[in-house]
């Protein structure tokens, strides 16, 4: 409902935000579930708010607003989503972060958290006018500086780096460890056996990139969103906390 959602997208339709899905029920529940990547929804299948909706809906109104009492009651909890979508995803970062650094860095995750922590507990007007932008230029260089630490000796390589275009590439069996891919375009890459050992795969776009046989365990950054968009099987390792996508490949 809050966020628009495009045919290019994957969404299967093109809906403004704010208009309900023609799939939607009475009772908030999906008529398609069971067959969205068959019906032309895959989107809907890898979407990620990290934990947002259920903090607005249960914490932030209390469980008691609904967005069909009316416009005024859908645009405050809308416009409060939007924000708490991104206080939810820089604390999901950050609390990964801190398991990886100390000394100074350490503290500086530390004074973020307890920031954020504070404005998603915050009433919905305070979510709603959080500056995102300004708490993103001051994550950003904290998430770097983490990962260079942890990726230390950091291998150099005109191929493999942030932003990288690999669409399509055969990277199989390729050693991409201690390499930073963030933002790198991966899509429909063919990773099978390839290794992640430390390496930093913040915002890379694996949609329908093939991780059959790779070992992710020691990878950054990595996000169930980013895993539910690729390819794989039993034999892909990931990261603890991560889980294997019920539409991949299990016999591979």
């Known amino acids: 409902m809050a966020l628009t959602r495009t045919k290019a997208g994957g969404f299967g339709a093109d809906i403004p935000a704010g208009t309900p899905c023609n799939h939607l029920q009475g009772d908030n529940r999906c008529q398609i579930h069971p067959r969205l990547r068959e019906e032309g929804w895959p989107a809907c299948t890898v979407f990620d708010c990290f934990g947002a909706g259920q903090q607005i809906t249960q914490v932030t109104f209390g469980g008691v607003a609904d ?8 645009g405050a909890m809308f416009t409060a989503f939007a924000s708490m979508r991104h ?19 350490a503290q500086d995750v530390d004074v973020l958290v307890v920031e954020l922590q504070q404005l998603v507990a915050a009433p919905a007007d305070q979510v709603a006018s959080a500056d995102i932008a300004g708490l993103r230029s001051r994550v950003g260089p904290v998430l770097v500086a983490i990962s260079e630490s942890h990726r230390l000796p950091t291998p150099r390589s005109r191929r493999f780096q942030p932003r990288a275009q690999l669409m399509g590439s055969n990277l199989r069996k390729a050693r991409l460890d201690r390499h930073c891919l963030r933002s790198a375009l991966l899509i429909a890459a063919d990773l099978r056996g390839a290794t992640f050992e430390r390496t930093d795969l913040l915002g890379a776009d694996l ?8 070992d992710l365990r020691g990878a950054i950054f990595l996000t169930q969103q980013q895993v539910d968009a690729a390819r794989g099987s039993e034999s892909t390792r990931l ?4 889980h294997m996508p019920s539409h991949w490949n299990r016999a591979r």
């Not at 967005?67 to 859908?74: F, L």
């Not at 949609?207 to 790779?214: H, I, N």
């Not at 990261?239 to 991560?242: D, Q, V």
Request: glycine share 10%; net charge negative; proline share 8%.
């Open 207 to 214: 949609r329908d990139a093939d991780l059959s046989g790779a």
């Open 87 to 105: 206080l939810m995803e820089m604390l999901r970062l950050l609390t990964e972060a801190r398991e990886l650094a100390d000394g100074p860095l």
């Open 67 to 74: 967005w069909r009492e009316g416009p005024e009651t859908a």
């Open 239 to 242: 990261p603890a906390g991560l």
